[in-house]
């Protein structure tokens, strides 16, 4: 299966709140890279990772553009995060339901036909003005 297709694939489970869709797609040692904070490898990480970002926010994503390159081994994707922020982060300001609209560009390698990493960026001041 293309790259595209694969990455494709774990944005509709996203979407679709499917998280065992998503994980399915993952390498066992998929690399997340996030926009803050340390890198986490490994299936069991993203687990835990997934479930503190249900916990704390409801997102759907939209306006999704996809980029690939000739090797079919990478695909970035833009897109419009809409979301609820549901319950507060340490260090973040406090959670009471406010809702958000940022945009967001995420770059995945695949290998295997697994998703081996996942490479998000957004501007957290601009989330952080947005929720406050």
Same mark, same amino acid.
């Given at each position: ?34 926009? $803050? /904070? ?6 069991? %990480? ?11 926010? @409801? *997102? ?29 982060? $340490? /260090? ?6 406010? %809702? ?11 290998? @295997? *036909? ?19």
């Amino acid at each position: 299966m293309a790259a595209l297709d694969i990455v494709k694939q774990y944005y509709n489970a996203f979407n679709e709140k499917n998280f065992d869709g998503m994980l399915a797609l993952l390498h066992p040692e998929v690399r997340h890279e996030p926009n $803050e /904070g340390e890198v986490r490898v490994g299936l069991e %990480k993203f687990t835990e990772f997934m479930k503190m970002m249900d916990d704390s926010y @409801e *997102e759907t994503l939209s306006d999704m553009v996809f980029f690939t390159e000739p090797t079919d081994k990478r695909v970035s994707v833009e897109f419009v995060v809409s979301g609820i922020y549901k319950k507060g982060d $340490e /260090g973040f300001p406090e959670a009471h339901g406010q %809702k958000y609209v940022l945009p967001a560009a995420a770059f995945l390698e695949v290998t @295997e *036909e697994k998703i081996s990493r996942v490479t998000t960026y957004y501007n957290l001041e601009r989330w952080i003005k947005l929720v406050s």
